[in-house]
């Protein structure tokens, strides 16, 4: 069917993309840049028009047509595809280039204004991004405010206001939980034995954990660049990166653990139908559900480690000094941190809530940009009970405003809340969790393929949150499990 | 201009296509391999479709009837787009997809052929094969024979009866060296010391000495595959490929010499001009020079072993117990070999001019395909002096008629001639002789950026030697180097 193509085509320019941009993270060659640059701009602007032209919106009308509703899947594939294609249409190409010029000169001013930690060389530049973001805004339309429109190209199906409630019940616990966490780890100062823990070493080690919770290395790679990630270059090509610490392999190793999560769910999806709804990843905020899943509830868990600390000792003999109990408490280490990227299980949503908190006050037009600062430090305090000490570490410390990513951050705790929910939703089968337990996940790796990867991009995240877990989306789970490990 | 921004936009769809190709062969997991092909093909008919487009046709025209002549260069790029885009759009889409059917076919039929070394059952496939390459000669037109209208896809401005012309001139001296030489090699035997010559140790060695001719690891790079080449993924990215032999290794080293060579010339070519013929490489057998030139004439050098060999001791120290003249005894043995891949360079072309008679023959029609094994025994025997004891030795060696590549082997030959009469032209300089003898290739490699890679492809390969070396091609300078190398 010529719109199914269409959507396959589109598929091919974009995983055709990843390849080139993989190569661009992993082996570039320093001078290779710029032109590498416009061969990524020359597939983009083929995918751009591909999927905004006359022919495809043709194809897609004659397909609903046609459509006699036999095949649920069918129909919800034109339903997906129609909804991605009238957002895409909506947005003209003028905005597209505006949008491209406003943020590649906002990467640079922000770049400079956090080296000097000068917010008011980068604000007029976020006013300009908050400018565009709002006209999109507009162009896409909402029902709420603002922030829905945004959040809908991340986490369809979602509210600003149902994430806003979530987060309203989140806050005060995890405020008292984060508190705990940090008070009960200063009190039990735990440190790794000395390094080197030789990178090949980790290579080795990391490699047999990532195949040992079932990450193909027949359909994929692990390679090493300065931010971690994981990219699919095909329906069975998922590569992973990480970074290595000599003085610490659980840096690596971590990493690993998170972006074989995201590896599992990409590799989870049915590849026949790849490119279509029913064969792509659903939503950021179930994505991270996925990398956080197997980086916390698996791999910082006492089982995992009865299981895997042997074989780490054996690559790092120095471990055989730590006892366990010791190493459970390193990697169970809480801390304050100003840097969100540094922030530690306990700690980490208290930025994003800050972050959610702002973005939407700003959509709203209830935050002026030159407030930000002021408005940033105020919601951090109450957060932490500090001030960053400079704003550098406060307002500047992300990229993702002067690259237009605003509307993104509040999926990094959707993904937390849904990874404890899954979690425990699947440790209801007592086979499940007794193999769990064991350290032996294949049940719950087949557990999560059934009710999160097979099922693709048909249906909104809430309502497959529900449809696995019985419950709608909520942060028991994940205050659960934080209190758990941090404070009892 | 329109006429050069497309002739540009498809070098960036070319390249696009040569760093999805360059992962295929070193870093592609096992399950990709299906899905990686239909994105070279979607590529593949992106370049096909520009570069046979009405528009481009229009544009060319357009700027040929705009050009005054004033810039040599323009005149020369539009001359030479003129001659590609004729050559396209002379074979039908219809052609195209019969002959990538029939390879298809062909390459299995080919693996299976060589492995029960049964020629019958390759023989309908390279009928095929060959009447579609006489098609193709047809369409595109030749003033002499079939064969000539081929090996202008691989080297333009070449006759085959000029190449015929110095493969006799090289038949009778070349067979009575080759002879001397595998005599005189069988007279000392010598052999490395034993391994492992550690691959780690074969990389930094590699890396060393490819940096050490000129190699700009700041726009390259070298990684590992099961057969070496090099590919050029943007102005300034070249991608070197080798493979190791823990047993030897020079295995290795003279792989990356080899490719290096290539690199230095895709580097060497005008960047800004990108795309256009003015930075293009020529022709196989320029291309070919320049491999042969660093691999040969300089890789496999007493002045290069005088200057690499204590580096070479350093990463092996087994090799301190072979005298540096041993070495070189080793690096220039010689020995009949009925497979063209493992042949020597003393021995390398008379398996050239085995194929070349063979395929030219087919070509006229004077070869029926039922004869090749008993035409190939005997042309074999004619020069080496022995039969190859079975076809899979023989006829069925190589891969590159199952892909219709015919018309294509002579320029290795061409290259090793062409490598000589460069080098020998370029050590008329004093300054670059002396040079050369310190194991200081910089005013060497100037000299071919200057007389070969500026060049770019406006103008003919049997022209750019003359211009280069003050005289017509010739085997006179190669037959010189072989005599003085292996016989004297």
Request: include cysteine; aromatic fraction near 10%; charged fraction near 25%.
């Amino acid at each position: 069917m010529p719109i199914l193509e269409k959507a396959r085509e589109l598929a091919l320019i974009h995983s055709s993309a990843a390849v080139i941009g993989w190569d661009q993270e992993t082996y570039l060659p320093p001078e290779a840049a710029a032109y590498r640059a416009s061969q990524l701009s020359w597939l983009s602007a083929r995918a751009h028009e591909l999927a905004t032209s006359e022919q495809l919106q043709r194809d897609l009308e004659q397909a609903e047509a046609d459509d006699e509703g036999a095949d649920a899947t069918h129909t919800a594939n034109l339903r997906e595809l129609r909804r991605s294609f009238d957002r895409s249409r909506r947005i003209p190409v003028e905005l597209v280039a505006r949008e491209s010029t406003a943020t590649s000169l906002a990467k640079h001013a922000w770049a400079e204004a956090r080296k000097r930690s000068d917010f008011t060389s980068f604000a007029p530049h976020l006013q300009t991004l908050l400018g565009i973001a709002r006209e999109k805004a507009d162009l896409w339309g909402y029902d709420g405010e603002p922030y829905d429109a945004l959040l809908e190209c991340y986490e369809r199906g979602t509210s600003t206001a149902a994430v806003a409630a979530l987060f309203d019940e989140l806050r005060p616990t995890l405020r008292e939980t984060a508190a705990a966490a940090v008070e009960k780890s200063a009190a039990r100062p735990v440190h790794l034995p000395d390094g080197p823990y030789p990178i090949e070493r980790q290579q080795k080690l990391n490699q047999l954990i990532a195949a040992g919770i079932g990450f193909n290395f027949n359909a994929g790679r692990i390679d090493t660049t300065t931010h971690p990630f994981c990219t699919t270059l095909g329906p069975r090509d998922v590569r992973l990166t990480t970074r290595y610490d000599e003085s610490d392999f659980t840096s690596s190793l971590f990493g690993v653990l998170h972006e074989a999560g995201h590896g599992l769910y990409e590799l989870g999806l049915p590849a026949s139908d790849f490119g279509l709804p029913s064969g792509s990843a659903l939503s950021l905020g179930i994505h991270e559900s996925q990398s956080r899943l197997w980086e916390n509830h698996v791999g910082r868990s006492r089982a995992f480690w009865n299981h895997w600390y042997p074989a780490a000792i054996e690559a790092f003999p120095q471990l055989a000094s730590l006892p366990l109990d010791d190493f459970l408490a390193y990697l169970w280490r809480a801390n304050y941190s100003t840097i969100r990227v540094e922030a530690d299980e306990a700690t980490y949503d208290l930025h994003i809530l800050l972050r959610f908190d702002i973005e939407r006050r700003m959509l709203r037009g209830e935050l002026p940009v030159a407030d930000v600062p002021a408005a940033w430090n105020e919601g951090f305090r109450d957060l932490f009970g500090f001030t960053p000490p400079r704003d550098s570490e406060g307002c500047l410390q992300d990229i993702h405003w002067s690259m237009g990513g605003l509307g993104y951050f509040a999926t990094y705790s959707l993904g937390n809340l849904n990874a404890a929910q899954l979690f425990t939703a699947a440790r209801q089968d007592p086979a499940i969790a007794d193999a769990c337990d064991r350290a032996d996940y294949a049940p719950l790796l087949a557990w999560l393929r059934r009710n999160i990867h097979a099922q693709g991009a048909t249906i909104d995240p809430p309502a497959l949150i529900r449809q696995a877990t019985g419950e709608p989306p909520s942060p028991h789970a994940y205050l659960g499990h934080l209190k758990s490990r941090y404070v009892l």
